[in-house]
């Protein structure tokens, strides 16, 4: 049994969390936060999944963002915090938030939703999650009195949103690497000026996949791991896909759930948004059609319509944050959908290193698209869907957003009486090129950015190569007494 469904009289029980590989140790939220990547490689996942019952969740409407926080997030986190903790936490993740409701929806036209998730410092969704889990890990080393060294490859957004959470907190070092030249100007900016001695932001002569790569040999480097007690804030965090949970039931309920089934389209990369979805799926939300929507780098597309897994090289677009091949979190799901079988997950991850890809059994393909659709979105496409929100909706919408709106389109003329949600996962002005392109306008900046073009920048060109990596970081990084991650 891996559900559990909740009343209001039980007591907050201690989930605990499992590695994808089958492998590792069984760990607490905390254990599971702090070590980001397990020991075997694999990725953490609730042992089992609290079900929120129909009126508890009914009951969230009308109520605030951070309210619906407390109550999604508190059966995850068992023991280690404790109510009125957690409370003061989300207070504090969302007090930095330009938007009174957090994640605001948006009408773009007939049961068509934009989900704004883009009302955080850093101007992407990722805020959303980071924000809370630089509180969490805060809270868990101060009470250990440890240091932690947190490496994270990014595409752009996470580092930004990773060093605006994280700067200025004593028991935590920062290194971001993100593919040299191949982030936003808006993007790197808010990088490398960032102020906060504890923030090491590395230009990485490669993709992002490379950068992913790089972080992958530093947590399998295991006396290297232990000295600077890594921890990881990339979406592979198990932290950050809960947080993102939250907003599947905010926007639905809002739409009418649980009285009627919300679909959403997300424009993905890595997978941990959606995942996000699929989790609140799991936990009781009625949740229609997931609809995975990427750009030009199209290993889920095709996964889903060939039943074949197989990486190609990056190609660069103009929604940058979504230019991966390897969707790291996708082997969550194939490890719930194949009924928890770490086994194959060992042998579908061995292969994806030996032979660049791996096949999904029927049972498992037909698991997947009975609850995804997938779509591409090309770069012409994604221009056209700027133009037209801007026209007929009066709306502007970054380049990531558009991949989704242009996907979610596609799928709501299937079922047009289901409410299809978009997540908007950027600003607009995050991508200012993009959107002169589509439409020949230059969207300023926020006000409360002003100064970022004119700030000095800070940031470290390193080749492709752990052992320059490691190099850096023992230079770079001062060390306390290191967490001992399970
Ligand atoms: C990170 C990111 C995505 C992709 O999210 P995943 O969780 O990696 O699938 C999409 N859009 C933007 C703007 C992002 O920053």
């Given at each position: 049994m891996l559900e559990r469904v909740l009343t209001n009289d039980d007591p907050v029980q201690s989930v605990k969390y499992l590695s994808t590989r089958g492998e590792a140790p069984v760990l607490s939220f905390n254990e599971a936060m702090l070590a980001g990547l397990a020991r075997d490689g694999g990725l953490y996942l609730p042992e089992s999944y609290p079900v929120l019952s129909r009126e508890t969740i009914a009951g969230f409407a009308g109520k605030s963002y951070g309210e619906v926080a407390k109550a999604v997030l508190l059966p995850f986190v068992g023991a280690d915090l404790d109510e009125a903790t957690l409370e003061g936490m989300i207070a504090a993740a969302y007090g930095s938030f330009r938007h009174e409701a957090i994640a605001p929806l948006a009408q773009l036209g007939d049961n068509l939703f934009v989900l704004e998730l883009f009302h955080g410092p850093t101007l992407a969704f990722k805020d959303l999650a980071m924000q809370l889990l630089a509180r969490f890990m805060d809270h868990a080393l101060k009470q250990r009195g440890q240091?932690?060294?947190?490496?994270?490859?990014?595409?752009?957004?996470?580092?930004?949103a990773a060093i605006e959470a994280f700067r200025g907190l004593r028991n935590i070092d920062v290194v971001?690497?993100?593919?040299?030249?191949?982030?936003?100007?808006?993007?790197?900016?808010?990088?490398?000026?960032?102020?906060?001695?504890?923030?090491?932001?590395?230009?990485?002569e490669g993709t992002f996949d490379d950068a992913q790569a790089i972080v992958k040999s530093l947590f399998n480097h295991t006396a290297f791991r232990d000295e600077f007690g890594l921890s990881g804030v990339n979406s592979i965090n198990w932290a950050r896909v809960l947080a993102q949970t939250v907003y599947y039931f905010t926007s639905a309920v809002a739409l009418g759930a649980p009285y009627r089934p919300v679909s959403y389209t997300v424009p993905t990369g890595n997978f941990g948004d959606i995942l996000a979805g699929w989790i609140a799926k799991r936990m009781g939300l009625p949740i229609g059609r997931l609809g995975i929507a990427t750009n030009e780098n199209?290993?889920?597309?095709?996964?889903?319509?060939?039943?074949?897994?197989?990486?190609?090289g990056v190609q660069h677009t103009?929604?940058?944050?979504?230019?991966?091949?390897?969707?790291?979190?996708?082997?969550?799901?194939?490890f719930e959908l194949s009924g928890r079988d770490a086994a194959s997950i060992r042998a579908k991850?061995?292969?994806?290193?030996?032979?660049?890809?791996?096949?999904?059994e029927a049972p498992l393909l037909a698991a997947?698209?009975?609850?995804?659709?997938?779509?591409?979105?090309?770069?012409?496409?994604?221009?056209?869907?700027?133009?037209?929100?801007?026209?007929?909706?009066?709306?502007?919408?970054?380049?990531?957003?558009?991949?989704?709106?242009?996907?979610?389109?596609?799928?709501?003329?299937?079922?047009?009486?289901?409410?299809?949600?978009?997540?908007?996962?950027?600003?607009?002005?995050?991508?200012?090129?993009?959107?002169?392109?589509a439409i020949g306008l230059r969207p300023p900046l926020p006000?409360?950015?002003?100064?970022?073009?004119?700030?000095?920048?800070?940031?470290?060109?390193?080749p492709n190569d752990t052992a320059a990596v490691e190099?850096?970081?023992?230079?770079?990084?001062?060390?306390?007494?290191a967490v001992k991650t399970a």
């Open positions: 240091h932690a060294t947190i490496v994270g490859a990014t595409s752009g957004d996470t580092g930004a971001i690497f993100y593919p040299h030249q191949r982030v936003s100007d808006v993007q790197r900016r808010q990088m490398t000026t960032a102020e906060g001695e504890n923030i090491h932001v590395v230009a990485l199209d290993i889920l597309v095709r996964a889903l319509h060939d039943g074949v897994y197989e990486t190609r103009q929604s940058p944050s979504m230019d991966i091949q390897v969707s790291s979190n996708f082997e969550r799901l194939l991850m061995a292969s994806l290193g030996q032979s660049r890809g791996f096949t999904l997947l698209r009975a609850e995804f659709d997938a779509d591409r979105t090309s770069e012409q496409e994604t221009a056209t869907e700027i133009a037209r929100c801007w026209d007929r909706s009066d709306m502007l919408i970054d380049p990531h957003t558009a991949v989704g709106i242009h996907a979610g389109r596609r799928r709501l003329a299937e079922r047009p009486a289901t409410p299809m949600v978009v997540l908007g996962t950027a600003h607009a002005a995050k991508f200012p090129d993009a959107i002169e392109k006000h409360h950015m002003a100064g970022l073009f004119d700030r000095p920048e800070r940031f470290t060109v390193l190099t850096f970081i023992r230079a770079r990084v001062g060390r306390g007494p």
